[in-house]
């Protein structure tokens, strides 16, 4: 089993970005698609990216798509989202997951991070 664990979130400025990581150990994350997720307060947890496991397919909401990039290096094992842009209803925690397929739906994903907070003022 792979555990994860989120880092890189904080506070930023509209417009500012930040690059989270998502370090998996335990097992090897190559064989695993790779999301990532958010959820703000008093709202249900959201897709935001998800690649595949050998990194050639990515996936992007509608709301971040063109903002936010998902990488992965297996070699490290370790995904990565890189935020640029960032708007005050990007605010969220953000989880990373792990699962056998690629896909927007959380349920897909076996395997969740703690979570890391960012925070985007106005």
């Known amino acids: 089993q792979v555990q994860l664990v989120e880092s890189g979130g904080g506070l930023v400025q509209a417009g500012g970005s930040l690059r989270l990581s998502c370090a998996a150990s335990?097992?090897?994350?190559?064989?695993?698609?790779a999301g990532w997720f958010r959820q703000a307060p008093g709202k249900e947890r959201e897709f935001v990216a998800a690649?595949?496991?050998?990194?050639?397919?990515?996936y992007y909401a509608h709301s971040v798509k063109g903002r936010f990039t998902i990488a992965r290096d297996n070699a490290k094992n370790t995904v990565y989202l890189q935020m640029n842009s960032l708007k005050p209803e990007d605010t969220a925690v953000y989880y990373c997951?792990?699962?056998?397929?690629?896909?927007?739906?959380?349920?897909?994903?076996?395997?969740w991070g703690q979570g890391t907070q960012v925070t985007v003022s106005s």
């Open positions: 997951a792990a699962g056998q397929y690629m896909s927007s739906d959380g349920n897909e994903y076996d395997t």
């Open positions: 335990g097992r090897t994350f190559s064989p695993y698609a």
């Open positions: 690649r595949n496991w050998n990194g050639d397919i990515t």
